[in-house]
């Protein structure tokens, strides 16, 4: 059978927390930050997914921009664009050429402050080269971002997706389950039943909310991926990443401290954990940017509704978040059985 790996240059895309403007100064020295970052209420939970219910994902304007084969058994890649929120979107299709209906794969990259250079390579590969895949493996570009796949050595790229690149987790999820869609409504090999999704960094948070929001998926993988926004918010609201995901509309008057909290809360997987599939999260011992104690919360959280059987978490030791991937053969080999069992 043929083994397919990703690529040892797959870490590029967990920028999500580097701190690329930190400040002495306090940003949030006019509000009341005790408001701010306070536990979220059942009230507030409530109010999130009856919005999550309400959101149209319906793709539009579903463009093939070009359709190549790739290897020598007929599968081939496509690269689409639609429409969601009203903004163009990027994204990749790779299919194999078969009748039958096949497990879908989705990939989920981190966050970049700077899309220019965030054309993030990873590969799949064949030991023959015939790329005679055993599903399709679907990559979104997300708002803001560009999309750079490598197959068989040739790297394929997207023009940057339309929207606010710092719309990056509750609105980037929304992309995700978009072209999710676009995946059930055009692709008839595609076997919704067995859906699996992973990510990196950012990538892992969306992907474990994809999976609390989307009955259809079935496994989740997550890598260095922040559970709880509320609470890293609170310790890095210096920081211009989180200023700009989370925290400039308030300072700025352009938004309220509730509707702060809710973007907030609404891309923090930890409230919600009731919701999430059978789901794998991967974690470095050494993360200073997306520190363990994040999945320890998670954790802690699946143990106290009860449902262990749906979750594993696992912690590498001596890695961080820049290197948790790098030559880790247990982790690929992990998150390859995990979704084999579908």
Known sequence: M????????????????????????????????????????????????????????????????????????????????????????????????????????????????????NETSFALSSNDGAFDIPYIFAVPALRGQPLKLVLEGVAYTSPISEGNKCEAFDRATDDAIAFLNIVESTLENANMNKVSIRGGSRGGTVAMLMGIRDERIRRVAGIAGPTNMLELTSKNENDAIYQCQFLEDLVNGFT???????????????????????????MAQNDRIVPLSQGNQLADSIQRLGQNSMFELFVYQGRDHSNIVNQNQELIDRIEAFFGEL
């Open 2 to 117: 043929n083994t397919y790996s990703f690529s040892k240059n797959l870490l590029v895309l967990f920028t999500l927390f580097t701190c690329l403007s930190c400040s002495s100064d306090d940003f949030l020295e006019d509000l009341d930050k005790q408001a701010l970052f306070a536990q979220p209420t059942q009230e507030e939970l409530s109010t999130i997914r009856a919005d999550w219910a309400l959101r149209d994902l319906s793709p539009q304007g579903y463009t093939v921009e070009e359709e190549i084969p790739i290897g020598t058994a007929g599968t081939v890649l496509k690269m689409v664009s639609f429409r969601v929120d009203g903004y163009k979107q990027y994204g990749a299709l790779v299919v194999p050429k078969t009748d039958s209906p096949v497990p879908v794969r989705m990939w989920l990259k981190g966050f970049s402050f700077n899309p220019e250079k």
């Open 256 to 282: 309220t401290i509730q509707k702060a909290r809710l973007k907030m809360i609404a891309s923090s997987p930890v409230f919600f954990a009731e919701d999430l599939p059978k789901t794998q999260l991967h």
